[in-house]
């Protein structure tokens, strides 16, 4: 089955930091790019980062700017995002997205920044 | 950054309607434009992208249209299925930005 898996959410102090994961299964990333998106808690939704499928090109959000990492593996299938300096507002479901028209998504991870 | 502006915020219907979504972007985007349903406690599904073209397996009843700042999403004939959250998207800019999303509720 081609999917999306997201791991790694979780509750974390304000300043904290978190590495988010995204497994595919059923195809390769190597040929796609590849989005975070984000969902704070009845809110819409939020384009965080794109990579390209070498990790040649990377934009942000700049919101997260200077603050969250993308990265991918090609050969592990999967693909991250450091998330550093945590703030309430990063609170949110985190989903990873294929392509440059997000035509597959995960289920989502929750983010929860609070202390 | 290129800004998205949807509308309506949300709207109200019933079975067999015909409902309009209208986003508009604060430069041209060309035609690098996509909607997205997404239903309570699921992500988001793609409907359409490329303007109006219309994703595999999403019934014809949906459909695109638009090109460089103003673009619709209409869907004839709504049924139960559709009473849920859309929302468009650009992704012409190294910035891409949604709408700020329209909710269908049933009348």
């Known amino acids: 089955e081609v999917q999306l898996v997201e791991s790694g959410g979780g509750l974390v102090q304000p300043g904290g930091s978190l590495r988010l994961s995204c497994a595919a299964s059923?195809?390769?990333?190597?040929?796609?790019?590849m989005n975070w998106i984000r969902q704070a808690p009845g809110k819409g939704l939020e384009w965080v980062s794109y990579?390209?499928?070498?990790?040649?090109?990377?934009y942000y959000a700049d919101s997260v700017k200077g603050r969250f990492t993308i990265s991918r593996d090609n050969v592990k299938n999967s693909l991250y995002l450091q998330m550093n300096s945590l703030r309430a507002e990063d609170t949110a479901v985190y989903y990873c997205?294929?392509?440059?028209?997000?035509?597959?998504w995960g289920r989502g991870t929750l983010v929860t920044v609070s202390s | 950054d290129i800004q998205v502006t949807q509308s309506p915020s949300t709207l109200s219907a019933s079975i067999g309607d015909t409902v309009t979504i209208t986003c508009r972007t604060s430069?041209?985007?060309?035609?690098?434009l996509a909607w997205y349903q997404q239903k309570p406690g699921k992500a988001p599904k793609l409907l359409i992208y490329?303007?109006?073209n219309l994703e595999s397996g999403v019934p014809s009843r949906f459909s695109g249209s638009g090109s460089g700042t103003e673009f619709t999403l209409t869907i004839i004939s709504l049924q139960p299925d559709d009473f849920a959250s859309y929302y468009c998207?650009?992704?012409?800019?190294?910035?891409?930005?949604f709408g700020q999303g329209t909710q269908v509720a049933i009348k």
């Open positions: 997205a294929r392509q440059d028209v997000f035509d597959l």
């Open positions: 059923g195809f390769s990333i190597s040929i796609y790019s």
């Open positions: 990579i390209s499928p070498t990790s040649s090109t990377i």
């Open positions: 430069q041209s985007v060309s035609r690098w």
């Open positions: 490329k303007a109006s």
């Open positions: 998207l650009q992704y012409n800019s190294n910035s891409r930005m």
